[in-house]
């Protein structure tokens, strides 16, 4: 599980507590947020060079120092940003583990990788052999600086040449080069004894298009680990921006992050089933991200965004095209990205979206939108009343419940009330519903998640002949609402069902 979330909040730095209000603020969140993180689970947080140091503060004491990973710093701004004394190109993100023993990251594949050279193996590229560390050179490290031989005559796999570490007459000797960069006299990244071996022909002698020889090593990695420096200009905000202004037409959202670093992060740490949480999802780049990855690997990696009701702007692109609310940027981003991947697919393969098929074909693409909204589930704040009789109070508490209950069977919402009883029942949030048929006499829904199912009812009178059915049908888990039941058919279901059975 991973957790991507961007601190920046609104917080006027004239304010004298400028930083102690964004400490506070991102100490509770980060607190929470290594809660929620499964124990194999990593995070990662975009900052800017205002609080950088004190996010890695907080990061050590609320993860420990052990399970600090790295920064990262990205080309946000490649063409920099006037600062007055700095033009800003970069910004970082911070990486730690929620326990650094059970943390696993993955290569990342270079998908494009293309092969110049081919032999019995594979393909593979060609890179030279000396060493670019600039404090290596004859001197610091006298072993690796010794001549090689090269054949000159000879023809290895179309275009190498047969080298040797021992002297060959009349073969070329060829050193390390003298950096034309820095005029360092480079040193080679093998010894000599690894040089002899030369296992599988690693390591060739090469012409390059200047016609100078050359010791060069095969490199046949198709992946790599994610790199500390994000250097690429797909890591750009500015790329960020152009994938908003490709969805929506325009420039809805500042400074969105481009879906190429969010998948970078999604593709070093997580793998099939595993959950991306991103706390301030913004213009919803990280489902963008997930979408994409799934649709390229195959894989069926879930996300949650998180996003406050918060306020666009009344003079921004946003507020103007109707987006009132930052979340509803999210919302949309996300629908149009799903769209556009159905209508790319349905050009390449037309039958992949008919009413049999769709259902299957649509997996991994939907999302649905939750609100955190106050409990379905009156509160009970019943206190007795010193001045008044027991009786009177007992009176009291009844008339309270009575008042409670009719709260709750009038006023509810289905849809909601349905995903408060599952997931206090400890569902998935993709859980699925479907209509039981065979009940004739009340709305009974099969309810599902990857991992468990219940039948669940919430009409507010259960008939005696869905109770009867579960004489006969005792395996299914049945919810219901305990207003639904009177005395008999709570004894009856209980009878039949046993543990089974969970009102509400
Ligand atoms: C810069 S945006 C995130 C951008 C996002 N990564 C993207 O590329 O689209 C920061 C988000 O954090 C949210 N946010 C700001 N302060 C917050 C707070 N105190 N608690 C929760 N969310 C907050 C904002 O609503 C905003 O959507």
Redesign the pocket.
Known sequence: MVQ?F?G???NTETDGRYHSNWLN?MYS?LLVARQLLREDGVIFI?IDDNEVHHLRKLCDDVFGEDNFIGIFTVNSSPSGIDYGHIAKTNDYAMFYAKNINCTETFYLEEAEKKFSFYDDIGGYNIAPLYNGNVAFNPQTRPNLYYPFYLNPESKIENSFYEIDVEYRENWVEVYPVISKKDGIQRVWRWGKPKAKENKNLEILGYKNTSGEYRIVQKNRLTSKLIRSILIDNEYSSRR?TGEIQELFGKKI?S???PTHLIKDFVRSACKGNDLFL?????????GDAVYQLNQENDENIKFILV??P?QTDEKSEAYKAGYKK?SDITIERNKRVVNKIITAKKVEQPDLFTEENKEENLQGLGFKVFKLAKSNFPRVDFAPDPTKTDEENVELLKKYIADKEAQLVNAFNREELLTEILLKKGFNLNYTTELQTQFTKNEILLAKDSEKECLICLDVTIANETVEYFKTHKTQKFICLERALDTTKKYNLKHYLGDLVDVF
Do not use: H, N, W
């Open positions: 991507f961007k920046i909040i609104t603020m969140r975009s960020g959202f400074y969105p992050k991103d706390f301030f999802a913004g213009s919803g780049v990280s996003q406050l918060e930052i």
